[in-house]
């Protein structure tokens, strides 16, 4: 009677009128059905209301559990209370991981056009294409007649004019590539980051919050375009045929900015992408208690403000070598730790009246302009750099950390010991385009490494 009676109501009031309820009566309750149908929040609610439901009917008709049946129907009162309760109070949502393997991606391709950037620059290819079509720009010459047309293109400008008068066609189609190559990683990077961003975000694979960052991440990606435009039409300014001694190359300073937003958004990238995935085992369950545990130690405050100076510090180093690269800086000097007869240069070198101008009251354009002063300085922030880093390595072997954050401090350490021996060679041997490649990817490779050892130390919420 007991079991019919059950039978009935779990069938009117939930629709479990699977083979087993038939059979079993009041089991399937036992069932991975059931189980599963618990720990949903809009069961759960029909679970509650459906037991009390059952309870009423029964006690309608004076049917009495027994102890076993009445410890069986209290489990499940009990667990479906707390699940309810649990749905109600945490509303948990986290963006998928794949979003931020997505943007992983994004940021190995933001690596590669940085790399080649520099390829670019070290060739002197940047200023073989003298026009900027984002669509017909796609398809490079094919026949020769039309490889004979660009080429005449390029020669109405001053590179060719003032240093490439003896360039051949081969010549010219080598530089082409280089920067055709540079601009065609930018518009593939420009097509996945859009269109599979209109994917996620349309199939609700992202937070609002995440979907804010990815369009401010795509806005920055678009600016970074026209900024590469920008600093190329420097290059192509025919007043520079009329300023004597002057060298057809791009600004140092629009040259700098490209790089200085092109960092911006790789690091972007990679915070977003690690945000997601750490949030999303945060979500699951899955992040170790332990490591963030040892992560909310307040020991680690300090430890923790010194990684974002020494990120400062690798960043405006970078920003100093992009001066270097944009007036040739690395050209002179070419010895290490000295600089000529000293380990500083003359003064009259440092503080030079040439990059005066009228309207200056102090000879602050030194700093930017003045390839020995530009030198000094990029030499100075990477020593400084290299000290601090060790200094922190050191302190860290004190600290009690978790093994990510542990690896992302020794990883950093090893790229600042490659990172300074590639610098040091590049300068001695007098800017070889293999060792001055590395250098820049070095760079982009130290700055990773200290993206990684700042997230990894961010606190997790117990």
């Known amino acids: 009677m007991l079991r019919t009676a ?19 009566g009041i089991s399937p309750l036992r069932t991975t059905t059931t189980t599963r149908l618990l720990h949903t929040p809009t069961s759960s609610i029909m679970w509650k209301n459906n037991l009390s439901s059952m309870t009423k009917n029964m006690l309608g008709k004076r049917v009495f ?3 076993q049946q009445q410890r069986l129907m209290s489990a499940v009162a009990e667990s479906t209370a707390t699940t309810a309760t649990t749905a ?30 520099g390829l670019t620059r070290l060739t002197e290819s940047g200023l073989s294409i003298t026009e900027w079509n984002v669509i017909s720009g796609m398809k490079p010459p094919r026949s020769e007649q039309e490889w004979h047309d660009e080429f005449e293109k390029y020669k109405q400008f ?7 008068r003896n360039m051949t066609l ?57 900024m590469g435009w920008y600093m190329v039409q420097s290059g192509l300014n025919q007043a520079l045929m009329e300023e004597p001694g002057a060298v057809p190359r791009v600004s140092q300073y629009r040259l700098t900015a490209h790089l200085a937003m092109a960092l911006a958004l790789y690091g972007g990238t990679i915070f977003v992408a690690a945000d997601i995935i750490r949030q999303s085992k945060i979500a699951n369950g899955t992040f170790c208690k332990e490591t963030a545990r040892m992560l909310n130690n307040p020991i680690l405050g300090r430890f923790r403000r010194s990684a974002h100076i020494i990120g400062t510090l690798i960043f405006l180093t970078a920003m100093s070598g992009g001066l ?14 000295k600089m000529g007869n000293g380990f500083v240069p003359p003064k009259s070198e440092l503080w030079s009246d040439i990059y005066v101008k009228d309207t200056d009251k102090v000879k ?6 003045n390839p020995t002063t530009v030198q000094f300085d990029h030499r100075t922030l990477a020593e400084s750099t290299a000290v601090f880093a060790t200094a922190l390595w050191a302190y860290s072997r004190k600290l009690p950390l978790p093994k990510n954050v542990r690896l992302a401090m020794n990883t950093m350490m090893g790229a600042v010991v490659i990172q300074v021996t590639l610098g040091i060679s590049t300068l001695i041997y007098m800017v070889p385009l293999e060792l ?7 760079a982009l490779a130290l700055l990773t490494s200290n993206f990684w050892l700042i997230h990894a130390l961010r606190k997790v919420p117990l």
């Not at 948990?92 to 991981?97: E, I, Q, R, Y």
């Not at 931020?100 to 080649?116: Q, S, T």
């Not at 602050?364 to 302009?369: K, Q």
Request: hydrophobic share 45%; glycine share 10%; net charge positive.
């Open 65 to 67: 559990l027994q102890p």
């Open 6 to 24: 059950l039978r009935k109501t779990l069938c009117a009031n939930t629709g479990l009128c699977t083979r087993s309820t038939l059979l079993n």
């Open 436 to 442: 001055a490649a590395s250098h820049q990817a070095g």
């Open 158 to 164: 001053p590179e060719y004019k003032i240093l490439n």
């Open 324 to 337: 270097v690269a944009g007036l040739d800086a690395g050209m002179i000097y070419n010895e290490w730790p």
């Open 364 to 369: 602050w354009r030194n700093l930017l302009e």
């Open 88 to 117: 109600r109070t945490t509303g948990l949502k986290a963006t998928k991981p794949i979003v931020g393997y997505w943007l992983y991606f994004n940021a190995g391709l933001i690596y590669a056009i940085v790399v080649v950037g």
């Open 170 to 226: 081969d010549e010219f189609k080598t530089i082409f590539y280089w920067e055709w190559a540079h601009r065609m990683i930018g518009r593939f990077i420009g097509a996945s980051f859009i269109l599979p961003g209109i994917y996620y975000a349309s199939r609700g694979y992202m937070t609002r919050r995440v979907a804010k960052q990815i369009f401010g991440l795509t806005c920055l990606l678009g600016s970074q375009g026209f």
